[in-house]
């Protein structure tokens, strides 16, 4: 029988053994690999009340020492990488290229978490008036909450609590019910790198846990990233609640391609881009732009993309794997379906894929459209699977007037040679994360993670300095020392003299 994973409460890993409980299935295989417990009230209730003793004592310990932990949390991150990287392909259906990619962007943003001393200083004035001194501090918030997705689970909640912690705060954290196995090693690992007891908290559920999150006195600030109804909720149930929040939420992403641009490097980066991770990427291309003749690629990016097949994680010939359950196959088959009835031209048809030897898979080939529009549902909706739409247009304003008309804005990229092409683009256009020749422009976490309209909700985003604002307050301090001068009286106005 499968085990029940435990819950990090308190600084213990508690047996979940009498609860409720959620499986955890391999999505090439449909077999169990543990069963997740769904938190009860009373889980919540501790997890946030030793959150809550935790970070009183935290909050003291020098900004040096939190950096330490870091360090050695980094260190121990990157000793057992290949190992955290099988157990979340395991249980994503990531290939293990991918899934080692997925943990070292989330070590990047830890090493970043390192350089806290230098993001936590304030600023200092003297004489902002005469023998007065201004400075502001950077003090932590108290207790923080993130709130987890299937398809990152070591990228994302990196993104989150070691950025959180070392600000001074504590963090309690839900991860996705379909993957939790990688959040539950990331945390050990923590724990072994010498965070104190109660700092992070690990619980394990769906919507229960979340909503008791959002509306809990004690949590101070809410993290998420997931789908764009939760998302919604997410930032209306938590601001409404009186708390910071920032919700990263769907996204429908254009590479636009110019005439100009590298045919061999446009087709092979369209391939990786709208396929890697079954197309189960927030930053996914899923809409390419044809500008003018580049739309005679169009067969040759067809022949490219039938050249590669899903498989299971460990094949070294799996350029990607499953999407991560039944439910999601049978959303893209459904998208997949409407195009063909709608009017688009399916130039390769996936619908059908099939992997020797995972005949329980939950498999979805490489599909390409052509001929699409803004009006059917493969353009509208997210589809979240490995399936790219063609799009032709006569110009770049042409292909700027159509990325700035959809309500996302997560991610776009330009193919060209012409950095005057590349320079109208990038300042024209209404999406937060721009690549130029670079299809899948997730920043480096010195850098934000700024998503625009429909795929963001809130107002700081994150990693990056923005990160360390979202996590912390601002005191500012006006300071003047009296000497024995004789006292000239009182001063009945707000002027500093």
């Given at each position: 029988?499968?085990?029940?994973?435990?819950?990090?409460?308190?600084?213990?890993?508690?047996?979940?053994?009498?609860?409720?409980?959620?499986?955890?299935?391999?999505?090439?295989?449909?077999?169990?690999?543990c069963l997740a417990p769904r938190a009860t009230a009373e889980d919540i209730e501790d997890a946030i009340a030793s959150a809550k003793a935790a970070q009183e004592s935290w909050r003291e310990v020098p900004v040096s020492d939190r950096a330490r932990l870091m360090l050695r949390y980094q260190h121990l991150l990157k000793e057992h990488h290949d190992e955290i990287a099988e157990i979340l392909a395991a249980e994503t259906g990531k290939n293990f290229a991918d899934a080692k990619g997925d943990v070292w962007r989330g070590i990047e943003v830890v090493e970043q978490a390192c350089n806290i001393g230098s993001l936590m200083m304030g600023e200092t004035v003297e004489n902002v008036a005469r023998e007065i001194d201004t400075a502001s501090w950077i003090q932590p918030l108290g207790v923080c909450a993130?709130?987890?997705?299937?398809?990152?689970?070591?990228?994302?909640?990196?993104?989150?609590?070691?950025?959180?912690?070392?600000?001074?705060?504590?963090?309690?954290?839900?991860?996705?019910?379909?993957?939790?196995?990688?959040?539950?090693?990331?945390?050990?690992?923590?724990?072994?790198?010498?965070?104190?007891?109660?700092?992070?908290?690990?619980?394990?559920?769906?919507?229960?846990?979340?909503?008791?999150?959002?509306?809990?006195?004690?949590?101070?600030?809410?993290?998420?990233?997931?789908?764009?109804?939760?998302?919604?909720?997410?930032?209306?149930?938590?601001?409404?609640?009186?708390?910071?929040?920032?919700?990263?939420?769907?996204?429908?992403?254009?590479?636009?391609?110019?005439?100009?641009?590298?045919?061999?490097?446009?087709?092979?980066?369209?391939?990786?881009?709208?396929?890697?991770?079954?197309?189960?990427?927030?930053?996914?291309?899923?809409?390419?732009?044809?500008?003018?003749?580049?739309?005679?690629?169009?067969?040759?990016?067809?022949?490219?993309?039938?050249?590669?097949?899903?498989?299971?994680?460990?094949?070294?010939?799996?350029?990607?794997?499953?999407?991560?359950?039944?439910?999601?196959?049978?959303?893209?088959?459904?998208?997949?379906?409407?195009?063909?009835?709608?009017?688009?031209?399916?130039?390769?048809?996936?619908?059908?894929?099939?992997?020797?030897?995972?005949?329980?898979?939950?498999?979805?080939?490489?599909?390409?459209?052509?001929?699409?529009?803004?009006?059917?549902?493969?353009?509208?909706?997210?589809?979240?699977?490995?399936?790219?739409?063609?799009?032709?247009?006569?110009?770049?304003?042409?292909?700027?007037?159509?990325?700035?008309?959809?309500?996302?804005?997560?991610?776009?990229?330009?193919?060209?040679?012409?950095?005057?092409?590349?320079?109208?683009?990038?300042?024209?256009?209404?999406?937060?994360?721009?690549?130029?020749?670079?299809?899948?422009?997730?920043?480096?976490?010195?850098?934000?993670?700024?998503?625009?309209?429909?795929?963001?909700?809130?107002?700081?985003?994150?990693?990056?300095?923005?990160?360390?604002?979202?996590?912390?307050?601002?005191?500012?301090?006006?300071?003047?020392?009296?000497?024995?001068?004789?006292?000239?009286?009182?001063?009945?106005?707000?002027?500093?003299?």
């Open positions: 029988m499968a085990k029940i994973i435990p819950q990090l409460i308190a600084g213990s890993w508690r047996d979940c053994a009498q609860h409720d409980v959620i499986e955890v299935l391999d999505p090439a295989t449909q077999q169990v690999l993130g709130i987890t997705p299937f398809n990152f689970p070591a990228m994302i909640p990196l993104w989150m609590f070691p950025l959180a912690i070392a600000c001074g705060n504590s963090f309690v954290l839900k991860p996705s019910e379909q993957d939790p196995m990688t959040v539950n090693r990331l945390a050990e690992l923590f724990i072994e790198a010498g965070a104190p007891a109660g700092l992070l908290q690990v619980l394990h559920g769906a919507r229960e846990p979340v909503d008791a999150l959002l509306t809990h006195p004690d949590i101070r600030a809410i993290s998420f990233v997931g789908s764009v109804p939760v998302g919604q909720h997410v930032y209306r149930t938590g601001t409404q609640h009186l708390k910071r929040v920032q919700a990263f939420a769907g996204a429908k992403n254009h590479m636009v391609i110019m005439p100009d641009a590298p045919k061999d490097q446009v087709l092979s980066n369209l391939v990786g881009a709208s396929c890697g991770a079954a197309g189960q990427r927030c930053m996914a291309i899923s809409v390419a732009v044809f500008v003018g003749e580049s739309k005679q690629w169009i067969p040759e990016l067809a022949e490219q993309m039938q050249s590669i097949q899903p498989g299971y994680w460990n094949d070294p010939a799996a350029a990607f794997g499953p999407v991560i359950n039944p439910q999601a196959k049978q959303r893209v088959l459904r998208l997949i379906a409407e195009g063909k009835a709608e009017g688009a031209e399916c130039l390769l048809d996936g619908s059908d894929c099939t992997v020797a030897g995972y005949p329980d898979g939950n498999w979805v080939g490489p599909t390409l459209f052509r001929g699409v529009t803004t009006k059917m549902s493969l353009y509208r909706e997210e589809i979240f699977g490995p399936v790219l739409v063609c799009m032709e247009v006569d110009t770049l304003d042409d292909a700027i007037a159509l990325v700035n008309n959809s309500p996302y804005g997560n991610g776009t990229s330009i193919f060209t040679r012409s950095g005057g092409a590349a320079r109208h683009y990038q300042h024209a256009v209404e999406v937060g994360q721009v690549g130029i020749n670079v299809p899948i422009p997730v920043p480096l976490p010195f850098f934000s993670f700024t998503g625009w309209k429909g795929s963001f909700y809130g107002d700081l985003h994150a990693y990056g300095k923005q990160a360390i604002r979202f996590y912390t307050e601002t005191k500012t301090v006006t300071t003047r020392w009296f000497d024995d001068a004789p006292v000239s009286g009182p001063n009945m106005t707000i002027q500093l003299k």
